[in-house]
């Protein structure tokens, strides 16, 4: 599932945002930055996709 979120983060960057944070504020922001330009919106999904990916192992982990 991860695999698929990257390439649509870089394909179709909203689609991985989405598939990663649902409705959200990071959506719109990713909107926005393909609005402004393509590059911008794959560089914001893929970090997001992976900054999303770092919270849920650091969640999962034991202290």
């Given amino acids: 599932m991860k695999l698929l979120r990257y390439t649509l ?3 179709l ?3 991985g945002v989405f598939l990663t944070y649902g ?3 990071a959506l719109l922001i990713n909107v ?3 609005l402004l ?3 911008p919106g ?4 893929v970090w997001a996709i ?3 990916g770092e919270l849920a192992q ?3 982990e034991p202290i």
């Fill in 13 to 15: 960057p909203p689609v």
């Fill in 42 to 45: 794959i560089i914001h999904a």
């Fill in 32 to 34: 926005l930055l393909c």
């Fill in 9 to 11: 983060g870089i394909l």
């Fill in 58 to 60: 650091s969640q999962e």
């Fill in 23 to 25: 409705l959200s504020t």
């Fill in 50 to 52: 992976a900054k999303h």
């Fill in 37 to 39: 330009g393509w590059i």
